[in-house]
């Protein structure tokens, strides 16, 4: 039975939104009313990119590492564990023998991993991009392609996954080099938000029902996409 608890990848994650939106109140503060193009804000709006693609990676890892606790809190043995995960992790031990030797120790292991592939992949996490977050996810969870259910009605998968990725490299000239290819508009940040609201409910519901397949209880409620401001 799934928790009513709000788990803390998503309410992080929409406080970590908030912050972001405090960024359009200054906006709105010192820009005049009315049609027209305003200047002198777009550090407003490379900010909001910058801080947006933060919230994602908190909550990319976040995600990942949730997910692992409460799969170790669930599952009553290591044979709970999708066969993926098990290699990997066996295989930096004794084979597959190591868990007939580990005893609750396979808890200890699974957790281990998890700091190993955080910490190997924490680089390209900083560009947390479509390849990274699926990698987290399958090495982690054994996920296999978590960014095949970034879809919903009007936008594919494959669109979705392109969007993030300019999302990233356009963070990346911000934080690298400040100056970008072009303009950054008000425009630009609202809808970077609206796609990662949108993936980070298509990845907490996805990891749900893989959680719920492995283990046969729900670890959370599942959400819907819904304006959270």
Request: one cysteine or more.
């Amino acid at each position: 039975m799934a928790t009513d608890r709000k788990p803390s990848h998503m309410t992080n994650f929409t406080a970590n939104l908030q912050e972001v939106d405090r960024l359009s109140d200054i906006h709105a503060i010192v820009t005049p009313e009315g049609p027209g193009r305003k200047h002198n804000v777009q550090i407003l709006h490379k900010s909001g990119i910058v801080m947006l693609v933060a919230c994602w990676e908190a909550f990319v890892e976040d995600l990942a590492a949730n997910g692992l606790t409460f799969l170790l809190e669930i599952a009553p043995n290591h044979t709970a564990l999708p066969d993926s995960v098990l290699e990997r992790i066996a295989n930096k031990h004794q084979g597959k023998r190591a868990w007939s030797l580990a005893g609750n120790g396979w808890r200890t292991a699974c957790t281990d991993h998890f700091k190993d592939v955080l910490a190997r992949t924490t680089g390209s996490l900083n560009t947390p991009r479509t390849a990274q977050v699926d990698e987290l996810f399958d090495k982690v969870l054994g996920i296999n392609n978590l960014s095949s259910h970034w879809h919903w009605k009007g936008r594919s998968a494959a669109r979705t996954k392109a969007a993030l990725d300019e999302l990233v490299t356009l963070r990346g000239s911000i934080a690298h080099r400040v100056a970008t290819a072009r303009s950054v508009r008000k425009q630009d940040v609202l809808t970077a938000r609206e796609l990662l609201i949108r993936l980070a409910v298509t990845s907490h519901n996805s990891v749900n029902r893989h959680l719920s397949k492995i283990l046969a209880t729900k670890p959370w409620a599942g959400y819907r996409f819904r304006e959270t401001r």
